[in-house]
């Protein structure tokens, strides 16, 4: 073969491997635009779908009557401040003989002129019988703790996806917010705002009259004093109490005084509060759940996919308030 015939060769080879390689960029072109297509349609997908995700206000709108449960009076307590009253629902599933101990005083007004004697600022107000004075009537002299009880099979467990520092698991029973530990089969309530819990001294079981609402959250404290119920309404009132200290003598400042503390049945249905509570083990109750880890509201420009077991308020309101 001449030269001349190499030349030509090579130039229909070289022409041959660049219009290949033309058509596979073009190819390559053509697969990048289609991909970038497809991620702007996801994109704009992805933003239909959080401009259409309903805000925590929209999912209790939509709520039907089956998503609440009625609050019974026989398992709330009234408790009569200077400044307004509280409403406290005590556990239907745990602690159930602080439940039964606080009804008994309650129902032998045991707290009535009593004080808040220590309120702790970021801490608990506490109350009871700072003096150790007030006969106990009807009522145990001390109980035997109840920090956790076993998972049991009665027990619906409404699990949240998120971590916890304090809890292998965390999530709400009845609607009240829990720990628990699936391995050991435990199962506690926490030491959210606005839980009431029983004070005690350095041995377990020496807890009886004395009660206490953390302020904010102080979840060091669960699994190491019982909590048996919380604030559903007037949580306002605790956190406005004047701040002190245990007192030494009865000279000393003893806080603001519990006016009376009453079991709401005993209390006329006229001059008590009809109250729901949204069912923790309900669609509308995931969806709510949903709402609040990620909230949808323009005003939201970071979401963090995470939502706090305590910073999970549920929703109380007077029956018939959502018809």
Request: hydrophobic share 40%; charged share 25%; proline share 4%.
């Amino acid at each position: 073969m001449n030269t001349i015939s190499k030349v030509l060769l090579a130039a229909a080879a070289f022409n041959f491997f660049a219009i290949a390689c033309s058509k596979q960029e073009g190819a390559t072109d053509e697969a990048s635009s289609n991909e970038q297509e497809s991620v702007v349609e996801v994109a704009e997908n992805s933003e239909t779908e959080t401009s259409t995700t309903p805000s925590p206000a929209e999912v209790i709108e939509a709520s039907t009557a089956e998503d609440w449960r009625l609050l019974d009076p026989e398992n709330l307590l009234y408790i009569e401040l200077e400044r307004g009253t509280v409403i406290v629902a005590l556990s239907t599933d745990l602690a159930q003989a602080h439940v039964e101990q606080m009804k008994a005083l309650a129902r032998e007004a045991f707290y009535d002129g009593l004080s808040f004697y220590r309120v702790i600022d970021g801490f608990v107000a506490q109350g009871g019988d700072a003096m150790e004075t007030r006969e106990i009537k009807t009522a145990a002299k001390s109980l035997t703790a109840e920090f956790d009880e076993p998972l049991r099979d009665d027990i619906s467990f409404t699990e949240l996806q998120d971590q916890d520092g304090y809890a292998s698991s965390v999530g709400f029973l009845s609607s009240l917010p829990v720990g628990a530990d699936l391995k050991e089969g435990r199962i506690w309530h926490l030491h959210c705002t606005g839980a009431m819990a029983m004070a005690r001294g350095n041995e377990k079981d020496t807890g009886g009259t004395e009660i206490y609402f953390p302020i904010q959250p102080q979840r060091y404290l669960d699994r190491n004093l019982t909590v048996f119920g919380r604030v559903v309404q007037g949580m306002e009132h605790l956190q406005m109490l004047r701040r002190v200290a245990p007192p030494a003598s009865e000279d000393d400042d003893m806080g603001e005084t519990i006016i009376s503390m009453k079991v709401g049945a005993d209390i006329p249905e006229a001059d008590r509060e009809a109250l729901e509570i949204l069912r923790s083990d309900t669609d509308t109750f995931t969806a709510y759940v949903e709402a609040r880890r990620n909230r949808p509201e323009e005003f939201f420009y970071f979401r963090p996919d995470h939502i706090d077991v305590c910073a999970l308020n549920i929703p109380v309101r007077a029956v018939g308030e959502g018809e």
